[in-house]
């Protein structure tokens, strides 16, 4: 498959007044022309920060760069200035957000905010512009668009911002489409909705997807890769079904344990994950579940396994999975 | 059955907003029985949180009743409602935003003890802060921090402690967990579990998280902008959901199980939810309902069992 992005020993950090929070280190992964990837972990595990990385949204300072490249069609994006990124950011590559209460402006016109991209990208007139904007909030189901163009966020529904957020995404025809958490403000009967409203533009313009999300039903649903990350690293990588059926890493395993399905018995008890995620200000040195790993070994302390794989898009970075770990189960044993 | 612990009764509460009423909650009767975890499931806006502050009276009620040890409580006066209300609790959805920053823990877990005079002396009132925490899975350590110092759950925990202090018969659940971490609402709701078999809670338990509510809940309650749609066991409701509207919103559930997930046939809802200012007569899901026949728009559909213990609001719940 044609790569569109390939991330390749990212490492970001941030400077704080106590010291350098490690928010991700050393990952790495590719997303294929038309696929959707999905990034699951549990709030700090970085998965926004990678987002953020790829957009370079993030402010700097105090965020900086540790190493690594992100290879957008082969175009390593942290080599381009600041301007370069511009005419990338919001044409080819573009983003949706968490909230979409928050994310648009809530003193400009919903029209002029989609315009405002157009005109600027594609140098297009502002009528053609206006055109494509009613062309777009039609695309993404908005009744009436010629004269919600006219009305400020405040007059739009959650759902319908979140629309509109994804017409603004979509407007230039992007490549790649990063959507943090974008069903998380919303209620599941819009969610259904906006998914496959996203599915169905996916289709009709080829392009590719990076999903966040801490929503393990909506990975299921959307995603042909998932990427599990845990205290800034990748845990466990492989397709959507390797995941869910061929689970390899604890951390994984546990995740989906602590989720309720509607097919499990009320008696059933459910899984937690006790304890919280390493401080990132001094990342362990072994395994970061190792605290939380009811496998956890001793090595498991001391050494960072590498990736191990069990097939050629599956791979998991854990001791157990080791060759020689196979016979040992059990803390400490 | 056992007695009802309590039951409410046509309970309304309307919000006067300038343009006209917000009827948040219209009209809504269900019985809560002892030990049992009541679930009340319905989208943003629908009058859930209303109704469960409306039943423990943090807000005054526009009309109805609850009946508690056989007495209607909105009738009480002030003085009385306040010996009342050890018996109610509450357990809010954010758990940044429900402690006192400049509170210590002990301080927050103990209020409830100091509103009540509930304690002798400064021993007594301290032995049962730590036997609170302990309770929650906290420690003495813990006793003299500030609520900053503590991660979401814990927060949630401390929350869980203060409610307890007063050892209160019911506890309202507003989203306990929809602010914590997928691993962490595990470790929440297992305690929540625990200690109503350990106390003989009875909970209701509000959230927008399905298949969450479906896994604590004894029974389950549907609303849609203010009314009641359908109520049943657990179990029923989700296997043989009757109310269109229910159907739909669990179809929308997205289920962690690729195969099942893809293959899934789902109802998509066209719209929003309308606005709950001045609603029209008639059913309330008329306007995004698929069977919707011109009855629906002219009258209200009345609440009624279809089934033993399967109360459903539609016209049409027998033939579809």
């Excluded at chain 1, 007044?17 to 709030?43: C, H, K, L, P, Q």
């Excluded at chain 1, 070994?297 to 196979?326: G, V, Y």
Aim: proline share 6%.
């Amino acid at each position: 498959m044609e790569k569109v992005l390939e991330v390749k020993n990212l490492a970001v950090s941030f400077k704080t007044f106590f010291g350098e929070v490690e928010a991700v280190r050393d990952i790495s992964f590719d997303v294929g022309r038309s696929e959707t990837v999905a990034i699951v972990g549990e709030s700090g595990c970085g998965k926004s920060v990678t987002a953020n990385s790829i957009m370079q949204l993030l402010p700097m300072p105090p965020a900086f760069f540790k190493g690594g490249e992100i290879l957008f069609n082969g175009d390593n994006l942290l080599k381009r200035s600041e301007k370069e990124i511009q005419a990338i950011r919001g044409n080819q590559i573009s983003m949706v957000f968490q909230d979409p209460m928050t994310s648009l402006n809530p003193t400009m016109k919903i029209g002029k905010q989609i315009v405002e991209g157009l005109v600027k990208h594609q140098k297009l007139s502002t009528e053609e512009a206006k055109k494509k904007a009613i062309e777009m909030l039609n695309l993404v189901a908005v009744p009436q668009p010629e004269k919600r163009i006219n009305q400020y966020p405040h007059e739009f529904s959650g759902g319908m911002r979140q629309r509109v957020m994804i017409a603004l995404a979509m407007v230039s025809t992007p490549q790649l489409l990063i959507a943090d958490e974008p069903t998380t403000a919303l209620d599941v009967t819009v969610q259904a909705q906006i998914l496959e409203l996203m599915k169905e533009i996916q289709k009709k313009l080829n392009m590719s997807i990076i999903l966040i999300t801490h929503d393990l039903g909506i990975v299921a649903d959307m995603s042909d890769k998932v990427i599990v990350m845990y205290a800034g690293q990748i845990l466990e990588e492989g397709l959507t079904e390797e995941i869910f059926e061929n689970t390899k890493h604890p951390y994984t395993r546990k995740l989906l344990a602590s989720v309720p399905r509607l097919d499990m018995s009320r008696d059933e008890p459910l899984h937690s994950i006790e304890g919280t995620p390493p401080d990132l200000y001094i990342p362990p040195k072994g395994c970061s579940f190792y605290d939380r790993c009811e496998y956890a070994m001793k090595i498991c302390k001391s050494h960072m396994p590498d990736f191990e794989s069990h097939s050629s898009t599956h791979k998991s970075r854990c001791w157990l999975n080791h060759p020689m770990a196979q016979a040992n189960e059990g803390r400490n044993s | 059955m056992a007695e009802p612990l309590i039951s409410a009764r046509n309970i309304k509460k309307y919000f006067d907003v300038g343009e006209g009423m917000l009827k948040a909650v219209d009209g809504i009767s269900f019985d809560i029985y002892p030990g049992e975890t009541f679930g009340l499931v319905g989208e943003s806006g629908c009058g859930k949180s209303t109704a469960g502050r409306t039943i423990i009276r943090l807000y005054d009620p526009t009309e109805g009743e609850l009946i508690f040890n056989g007495k209607n409580i909105y009738d009480l006066s002030h003085r009385e409602m306040q010996e009342v209300r050890r018996n109610f609790q509450m357990i809010f959805q954010d758990p940044y935003a429900s402690l006192n920053p400049r509170m210590t823990v002990e301080e927050i877990v103990a209020e409830p003890l100091d509103i009540h005079k509930a304690y002798k002396n400064h021993e007594e009132r301290k032995a049962r802060v730590i036997e609170l925490l302990e309770l929650v899975g906290l420690n003495e350590e813990h006793a003299m921090r500030f609520p900053h110092e503590f991660s979401g759950g814990q927060r949630q925990r401390i929350g869980i402690a203060r409610a307890l202090a007063l050892n209160p018969k019911f506890i309202v659940c507003d989203e306990p967990i929809s602010a914590l971490d997928v691993s962490i609402q595990a470790q929440v709701v297992n305690l929540l579990k625990d200690l109503q078999e350990k106390l003989g809670l009875t909970y209701m338990f509000i959230a927008h998280d399905l298949s969450m509510v479906r896994y604590i809940s004894d029974r389950v309650g549907v609303m849609y902008l203010g009314h009641m749609m359908e109520l049943a066991k657990s179990e029923e409701l989700y296997d043989n959901p009757i109310h269109p509207y229910t159907r739909a919103l669990l179809s929308a559930i997205p289920i962690p199980n690729p195969e099942i997930q893809r293959s899934r046939k789902r109802i998509m809802l066209e719209g929003d939810v309308p606005s709950p200012i001045n609603p029209k007569p008639g059913c309330r899901f008329v306007d995004r309902c698929s069977y919707a026949v011109d009855k629906c728009r002219k009258e209200t559909p009345v609440f009624e069992e279809i089934k033993p213990n399967h109360f459903v609001a539609c016209h049409r719940a027998r033939e579809i």
